[in-house]
């Protein structure tokens, strides 16, 4: 899959892709981020690509034209599984299904708003959806486009070194914690300051070990996210 982002940031990204599974999944080829800068897509001597916001108020907002002129020299014959995103706090709130459904796409274009916000016309005519990543504001969407390409890119084939590792994760519907968090886990030392790793772990019980995990992760998900509980 090829992710594009566009930003005014483009330096931001030499960090968060440079390590781990998105990292080797890039050099083997599986997938590609290409990091566009929204100021190529300017005319003016200044390279602008804000200005006041009608109505008046704080700050700037990013102006509609350099945002589509890149749209659409980056993809100058658009099809239905090219999608353009809009990373704001005013988004759809993103989750693993909604990573699910991205996986499945051709190609990607995910827009980082900053200043005060983005022409609106940028939600309306130009991104496929808005997404958020989480009920708080950042200083921009570069954050939430990194989110965003993490979670997707570790869905596509031949990313993880285990293909199958993915299915088990929090939030997946296989696997014993069905839609829970995921169960907690304890590596040696089996002792550590006095606090025992549990008991069952350590006594090669498989059937013993896959009843404990189960009721651990129901239990921490009631004490930290009751909102996933059935019923
Ligand atoms: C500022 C603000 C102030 C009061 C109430 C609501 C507010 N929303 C914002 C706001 O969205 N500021 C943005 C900062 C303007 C454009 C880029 N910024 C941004 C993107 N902040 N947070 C995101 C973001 C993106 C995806 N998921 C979560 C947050």
Redesign the pocket.
């Known amino acids: 899959m090829i992710f594009h982002v566009l930003t005014i940031f483009p330096e931001f990204f030499e960090g968060p892709f440079a390590h781990g599974v998105v990292s080797r999944a890039r050099d083997a080829g599986v997938l590609d981020i290409r990091v566009h800068n929204l100021r190529d897509w300017t005319s003016d001597r200044h390279k602008t690509v804000d200005d006041r916001p009608f109505g008046g108020g704080e700050g700037m907002v990013?102006k509609p034209e350099p945002l589509f002129l890149a749209v659409e020299s980056i993809w100058p014959q658009r099809t239905v599984a090219q999608k353009v995103l809009l990373?704001?706090?005013?988004?759809r709130l993103?989750d693993q299904a909604m990573a699910n459904g991205l996986s499945h796409e051709g190609e990607l274009l995910l827009i980082?708003?900053?200043?005060?916000?983005?022409d609106e016309r940028v939600a309306t005519h130009l991104a496929d959806d808005e997404?958020?990543?989480?009920n708080?504001?950042?200083?921009?969407?570069e954050l939430?486009a990194a989110v965003v390409i993490d979670t997707v890119a570790r869905l596509l084939p031949g990313v993880l070194g285990n293909e199958t590792s993915a299915a088990f994760d929090s939030f997946q519907d296989s696997g014993h914690t069905e839609g829970l968090l995921d169960c907690p886990h304890w590596t040696r030392p089996a002792d550590f300051r006095g606090w025992k790793a549990p008991e069952v772990l350590l006594s090669g019980n498989h059937e013993e070990i896959r009843r404990f995990r189960g009721q651990a992760a129901r239990e921490k998900t009631a004490r930290l996210r009751p909102d996933l509980l059935p019923g």
């Open positions: 990013l990373l704001s706090a005013q988004g993103f980082c708003g900053r200043y005060e916000g983005v997404i958020s990543i989480g708080y504001v950042l200083s921009g969407g939430a």
